[in-house]
């Protein structure tokens, strides 16, 4: 970006320092829009027939950060090349042959997340099957099937420097922590050796206006989202049912430790899509059903989102957002088919300021 881009950004917000009170949002729409083009899209489809992707995960090294994983309502996991040159003008099919690493049939039902672990040799898969199963993404093949959860396993995190730890969350309302190295000398009825968690907690976000079943007890209110923090002991976790971030110490999991909230339990509109955190752990991104992004600093909980992006339509749990590895951007999806790209902050001469682009 040029220096006269960059003063446009900052001319009339300088008196919005980031301080001790909280910033008001302003918009800030620009030329800056331009630079966000397309440079190709690819088909997700198996045997000519189209089907949703659900879920997309980057490699976490370094060296394989240009290949990608995809995961989608048929039960496919598909491994992509972002390095391969697509054309903005040949057909999505087109593109997605050219791209194609390899796929195969992970699950028997939609696989709603995945993710890498062990330096990429191995992926996560989370299934409305309720399983999650652990893949050798070399050789295409089960090697551990994670099963307690009875609803469909919504999503997934693994540990950040621990690969054998992850914790996935479900439908039923539970999350479960899992030891990769902890295996039972049994076979599942999927194919791999049968793995069992270490620790549950269920009823992590029940509520107490959810409808009630034949019994009289409250259904289960789903997790949507989970994020093991970079601190290695917390796992923060969100809900269906309410608009509350909730953090758990994973040596003392009989109740969570802090929340934050991102707006008053009266609302109607409750329910929080996804989480995301930055590379260093610092702050946290919830994006909310009242087509909000909320941006907390994991340090400064107690004193509630530091800043709220606006501008998407959030009305479906799957329609996610993310802060970018670096905390500069955030971008989420949204129920209209746009995409939302805000700028979350810059550095200049001491000071932190917040405004964002949204194209």
């Not at 995960?57 to 048929?74: G, L, Q, R």
């Amino acid at each position: 970006m040029d220096s006269s881009k960059l003063k446009s950004c900052f001319h009339g917000i300088s008196s919005r320092e980031l301080s001790s009170f909280r910033v008001r949002k302003r918009p800030f729409i620009d030329e800056l829009a331009s630079d966000f083009t397309e440079i190709g899209a690819v088909a997700i489809e198996h045997d000519a027939d189209p089907t949703p992707p659900l879920a997309i995960s980057f490699c976490k090294a370094s060296k394989n950060s240009h290949i990608f994983a995809v995961s989608d309502e048929a039960g496919y996991v598909s491994l992509f090349d972002s390095r391969r040159k697509l054309s903005s003008a040949a057909s999505h099919q087109k593109n997605a042959e050219k791209a194609r690493i390899s796929d195969w049939v992970a699950h028997e039902n939609a696989i709603f997340d995945v993710c890498w672990i062990k330096e990429d040799s191995h992926i996560l898969t989370a299934s409305g099957d309720q399983t999650i199963k652990v893949w050798d993404a070399l050789e295409k093949k089960c090697i551990g099937v994670l099963m307690l959860h009875t609803g469909s396993v919504k999503c997934l995190s693994s540990h950040p420097t621990n690969s054998d730890l992850v914790v996935s969350g479900s439908r039923d309302g539970s999350f479960a922590i899992w030891d990769l190295r902890c295996k039972i000398n049994s076979r599942s009825r999927y194919d791999g050796v049968c793995l069992t968690a270490t620790s549950m907690v269920k009823g992590a976000h029940a509520s107490s206006q959810a409808r009630r079943g034949r019994h009289g007890k409250a259904a289960a209110a789903s997790i949507t989202s989970l994020v093991y923090l970079k601190d290695e002991v917390s796992i923060a976790t969100a809900g269906a049912a309410d608009s509350v971030v909730k953090f758990w110490d994973t040596r003392n999991l009989k109740s969570h430790v802090t929340r934050a909230c991102s707006k008053p339990e009266s609302s109607s509109k409750k329910g929080i899509s996804s989480l995301s955190q930055d590379s260093k752990g610092v702050f946290l991104t919830a994006s909310c059903m009242d087509n909000r992004v909320y941006l907390y600093n994991v340090l400064q909980l107690d004193k509630g989102p530091m800043q709220t992006f606006s501008g998407c339509q959030i009305e479906s749990f799957y329609v996610k957002a993310a802060i970018s590895p670096d905390a500069d951007h955030i971008l989420s999806g949204s129920s209209n088919g746009n995409a939302h790209i805000w700028k979350v902050g810059y550095i200049l001469k001491n000071k932190l300021f917040l405004f964002y682009v949204d194209t």
